[in-house]
């Protein structure tokens, strides 16, 4: 466990967190929002930390280990930080998305402030 | 067909509306209808190979398919595992059998729209259509976040269909905004999950976690409730909702209100009984909590509003609030209950929104107060609509009768009064709310000439024909489907034991449910009469009456703006949390 990590996976959260709650520009709020997935990132990759581990490649040892030090585990976990990588695929697509809704929000509406563009409510 | 060919057929369900979502664009250069012909065809293939897996899932056993044949060993699981259990297939069928006659009525009435635009229609529809039968039957939970996530992005692209209406914009930057979060919330929570226990498949979580569960583990399960409840709608969650379904096209209402909402509360069911077990945490108390906030607010809010689809728009927060109740009464006749108004939601909910798009194709207007007199020029359109009203109001012989006489059954077992009366509470209002639409757009009398626009075409009426049909076949032959169909869908939802057994050997057979049920139960009966009688007061009164302050201050609330929308949400994670690990 490295709380380093961790401190820095709530405090990129809190950020973002804070920019989606109170900034009312949407292209704000899309970098918000990307901190925050950010955050989870890192802080997946941080769940996956094993002291003293290797990388979860096993291929050879890499210098100073053995196959033994593989074989019994001492791998950062490979599964996490896999679905690290399935979510910033996902992440990308769904930025790209939102950024195309905010061009077209900026192109009809002539603003990007969520304050006035909200025609439904209620 | 033998058990292990069903089995490895179970991934075809979803491959199919994928890949007819990949070429849907491509096959639009030939033929401006050919891609949305191809995807009924993709449905209806999908929909007969569950078919075919339903006669053996139906008696109780659980079908699973590892892809890859990575196959558990010693209860490990490696592989990502594809299981039907009844619950799952159940709403892969709805889905795949609703999304099929959902399409036929895009047919009709989209079928003017350009090459490009029904080529990019199909994909979505197809792409949303396969994540929900993907979500419907994964026993992973990363698979379902996964699926989740595929869903989401079809439905930002539907929602903002319609890229020249400025509100189809504002509609889905809000709900970018609410389900990315809940994305978060449901990956770190599936992500802690792994953490702690080192599983993802289904049953061997609930072998993992014991009746005691640790701090993490307590957090991922708000988490992961939190994140669903948002696709499913329920109050504080729900800010998308209203705003998504008044934005697009009618099919994509009705797919959006019936179907996917429906799929967070199979999530949430599946992590509450399934993965967690009703034991672990006060979690059926925090489900139970919003389904009722979410019944009365999304009654409340149906009852005030001026725009019809939008009406329909919160009544479905209402109604996945009943489905929440009944999923939080925790005991057989409720969670079939749930499972029950489930499927019938995705019945008359379709039913209403495709009304609704037939009233916008002929008369260009989704406004209350612009209609009236309707039923004297839309025979067909007026009868589809209060067929559909009286399913909900749960009118005997109809589908919601049958489904929310067990959810009470189920709640007056426990000696739950408040739940029940608070139930019975949004109950009259919805009746209220959508008798004052029914007056309001075809029965009250109107002068003044409407501009039509366009007619109806046969597709649009096989929808109404076919789903109006469904509606009454469920509520007429209700102990039937209940014997059949919903007391095994419970059954594996309340012998999680029996459902991981299932998944990982796939030897363990569901034991059956013997649900009670009385058709003519007088309490029941006179409920409903008495129900119908004040809702009819309620809606006269309401018709004459200034808004009352309750309303008011309800509309305040719901400020349109995408940042008090998401601090909603983030406060209801938070108190989610809180309250699972307090209680």
Same mark, same amino acid.
């Given at each position: 466990?490295?709380?380093?990590?961790?401190?820095?996976?709530?405090?990129?959260?809190?950020?973002?967190?804070?920019?989606?709650?109170?900034?009312?520009?949407?292209?704000?709020?899309?970098?918000?929002?990307?901190?925050?997935?950010?955050?989870?990132?890192?802080?997946?990759?941080?769940?996956?930390?094993?002291?003293?581990?290797?990388?979860?490649?096993?291929?050879?040892?890499?210098?100073?280990?053995?196959?033994?030090?593989?074989?019994?585990?001492?791998?950062?976990?490979?599964?996490?930080?896999?679905?690290?990588?399935?979510?910033?695929?996902?992440?990308?697509?769904?930025?790209?998305?939102?950024?195309?809704?905010?061009?077209?929000?900026?192109?009809?509406?002539?603003?990007?402030?969520?304050?006035?563009?909200?025609?439904?409510?209620? | 067909?033998?058990?292990?060919?069903?089995?490895?057929?179970?991934?075809?369900?979803?491959?199919?509306?994928?890949?007819?979502?990949? =070429?849907?664009?491509?096959?639009?250069?030939?033929?401006?209808?050919?891609?949305?012909?191809?995807?009924?065809?993709?449905?209806?293939?999908?929909?007969?190979?569950?078919?075919?897996?339903?006669?053996?899932?139906?008696?109780?056993?659980?079908?699973? %398919?590892?892809?890859?044949?990575?196959?558990?060993?010693?209860?490990?699981?490696?592989?990502?595992?594809?299981?039907?259990?009844?619950?799952?297939?159940?709403?892969?069928?709805?889905?795949?059998?609703?999304?099929?006659?959902?399409?036929?009525?895009?047919?009709?009435?989209?079928?003017?729209?350009?090459?490009?635009?029904?080529?990019?229609?199909?994909?979505?529809?197809?792409?949303?259509?396969?994540?929900?039968?993907?979500?419907?039957?994964?026993?992973?939970?990363?698979?379902?976040?996964?699926?989740?996530?595929?869903?989401?992005?079809?439905?930002?692209?539907?929602?903002?269909?319609?890229?020249?209406?400025?509100?189809?914009?504002?509609?889905?930057?809000?709900?970018?905004?609410?389900?990315?979060?809940?994305?978060?919330?449901?990956?770190?929570?599936?992500?802690?999950?792994?953490?702690?226990?080192?599983?993802?498949?289904?049953?061997?979580?609930?072998?993992?976690?014991?009746?005691?569960?640790?701090?993490?583990?307590?957090?991922?399960?708000?988490?992961?409730?939190?994140?669903?409840? =948002?696709?499913?709608?329920?109050?504080?969650?729900?800010?998308?909702?209203?705003?998504?379904?008044?934005?697009?096209?009618?099919?994509?209402?009705?797919?959006?209100?019936?179907?996917?909402?429906?799929?967070?509360?199979?999530?949430?069911?599946?992590?509450?009984?399934?993965?967690?077990?009703?034991?672990?945490?006060?979690?059926?108390?925090?489900?139970?909590?919003?389904?009722?906030?979410?019944?009365?607010?999304?009654?409340?809010?149906?009852?005030?509003?001026?725009?019809?689809?939008?009406?329909?728009?919160?009544?479905?927060?209402?109604?996945?609030?009943?489905?929440?109740?009944?999923?939080?009464?925790?005991?057989?006749?409720?969670?079939?209950?749930?499972?029950?108004?489930?499927?019938?939601?995705?019945?008359?909910?379709?039913?209403?929104?495709?009304?609704?798009?037939?009233?916008?194709?002929?008369?260009?207007? =989704?406004?209350?107060?612009?209609?009236?007199?309707?039923?004297?020029?839309?025979?067909?359109?007026?009868?589809?609509?209060?067929?559909?009203?009286?399913?909900?109001?749960?009118?005997?012989?109809?589908?919601?009768?049958?489904?929310?006489?067990?959810?009470?059954?189920?709640?007056?077992?426990? %000696?739950?009064?408040?739940?029940?009366?608070? =139930?019975?509470?949004?109950?009259?209002?919805?009746?209220?709310?959508?008798?004052?639409?029914?007056?309001?757009?075809?029965?009250?009398?109107?002068?003044?000439?409407?501009?039509?626009?366009?007619?109806?075409?046969?597709?649009?009426?096989?929808?109404?024909?076919?789903?109006?049909?469904?509606?009454?076949?469920?509520?007429?032959?209700?102990?039937?489907?209940?014997?059949?169909?919903?007391?095994?869908?419970?059954?594996?939802?309340?012998?999680?034991?029996?459902?991981?057994?299932?998944?990982?050997?796939?030897?363990?057979?569901?034991?059956?449910?013997?649900?009670?049920?009385?058709?003519?139960?007088?309490?029941?009966?006179?409920?409903?009469?008495?129900?119908?009688?004040?809702?009819?007061?309620?809606?006269?009164?309401?018709?004459?009456?200034?808004?009352?302050?309750?309303?008011?201050?309800?509309?305040?609330?719901?400020?349109?703006?995408?940042?008090?929308?998401?601090?909603?949400?983030?406060?209801?994670?938070?108190?989610?949390?809180?309250?699972?690990?307090?209680?």
């Amino acid at each position: 466990m490295i709380v380093v990590n961790y401190l820095a996976a709530v405090a990129l959260l809190c950020i973002g967190l804070y920019a989606v709650l109170t900034r009312r520009n949407m292209i704000k709020m899309v970098m918000g929002l990307s901190l925050m997935e950010a955050s989870t990132y890192l802080f997946m990759l941080s769940l996956a930390y094993r002291a003293g581990s290797t990388a979860p490649v096993l291929l050879s040892p890499p210098p100073g280990k053995s196959v033994s030090d593989l074989v019994h585990g001492n791998v950062a976990d490979p599964v996490l930080q896999n679905f690290c990588l399935t979510a910033v695929v996902i992440g990308v697509a769904v930025t790209a998305v939102f950024l195309s809704v905010v061009v077209r929000i900026a192109q009809h509406y002539r603003t990007l402030d969520t304050d006035q563009v909200r025609e439904m409510r209620g | 067909m033998t058990g292990a060919a069903l089995a490895s057929l179970l991934p075809l369900p979803v491959a199919i509306p994928l890949a007819g979502g990949v =070429t849907a664009p491509l096959l639009a250069r030939f033929s401006r209808t050919l891609p949305v012909i191809t995807s009924l065809a993709a449905l209806a293939g999908s929909a007969a190979i569950l078919l075919a897996e339903a006669p053996k899932v139906f008696s109780g056993r659980v079908i699973a %398919h590892y892809m890859g044949h990575w196959s558990p060993v010693h209860g490990q699981v490696l592989g990502i595992a594809f299981a039907a259990d009844p619950f799952g297939l159940l709403f892969a069928l709805t889905v795949a059998i609703i999304g099929a006659v959902l399409l036929l009525y895009t047919l009709s009435e989209l079928g003017g729209l350009g090459r490009r635009e029904l080529g990019g229609y199909a994909c979505l529809f197809q792409l949303l259509l396969g994540a929900l039968i993907g979500g419907a039957l994964t026993a992973d939970i990363i698979d379902l976040f996964v699926w989740f996530e595929v869903a989401a992005l079809a439905s930002y692209g539907l929602t903002g269909f319609f890229l020249e209406r400025p509100i189809a914009l504002e509609a889905a930057f809000k709900i970018l905004v609410l389900t990315t979060l809940a994305s978060f919330a449901i990956f770190i929570g599936a992500g802690l999950l792994y953490a702690k226990t080192g599983a993802l498949n289904y049953a061997q979580l609930h072998d993992s976690l014991g009746r005691h569960l640790s701090t993490p583990e307590t957090v991922a399960l708000g988490l992961l409730i939190a994140g669903f409840a =948002t696709k499913a709608g329920l109050v504080p969650f729900h800010g998308w909702l209203a705003d998504a379904h008044t934005a697009a096209p009618g099919p994509v209402s009705a797919l959006f209100s019936g179907l996917m909402v429906s799929f967070g509360v199979v999530a949430i069911s599946r992590v509450a009984f399934q993965v967690y077990g009703p034991g672990a945490a006060p979690v059926l108390g925090l489900i139970m909590v919003l389904g009722l906030i979410s019944a009365l607010l999304g009654a409340l809010m149906a009852l005030a509003q001026d725009d019809l689809k939008r009406l329909l728009a919160y009544d479905t927060v209402s109604q996945v609030g009943i489905m929440a109740i009944g999923l939080a009464a925790g005991n057989a006749a409720g969670v079939a209950g749930a499972a029950y108004h489930l499927v019938n939601h995705a019945l008359f909910k379709s039913l209403l929104f495709l009304c609704v798009g037939a009233i916008v194709h002929r008369t260009g207007s =989704t406004k209350l107060s612009e209609m009236g007199g309707l039923a004297r020029h839309m025979p067909v359109v007026a009868a589809a609509f209060v067929l559909g009203t009286l399913s909900i109001a749960g009118i005997p012989p109809f589908n919601g009768y049958v489904s929310l006489s067990l959810i009470h059954q189920g709640l007056q077992h426990d %000696h739950e009064v408040i739940p029940y009366l608070l =139930t019975l509470a949004a109950q009259v209002i919805t009746i209220a709310a959508l008798g004052r639409a029914a007056w309001l757009a075809f029965f009250r009398r109107r002068t003044d000439e409407y501009e039509w626009q366009e007619k109806l075409r046969p597709g649009m009426l096989a929808g109404f024909a076919s789903l109006g049909a469904c509606c009454v076949a469920f509520g007429v032959a209700g102990s039937l489907v209940l014997r059949t169909l919903m007391a095994p869908a419970a059954s594996g939802l309340l012998n999680p034991g029996r459902y991981a057994a299932g998944v990982l050997s796939g030897a363990a057979r569901l034991p059956a449910l013997r649900i009670p049920f009385d058709y003519f139960s007088p309490a029941e009966l006179i409920s409903v009469a008495a129900s119908v009688v004040v809702a009819a007061v309620l809606a006269w009164g309401y018709l004459r009456i200034r808004e009352p302050r309750v309303i008011r201050g309800l509309r305040a609330i719901h400020t349109g703006s995408a940042n008090d929308y998401a601090a909603y949400a983030i406060a209801g994670t938070l108190a989610a949390i809180a309250v699972l690990s307090l209680g």
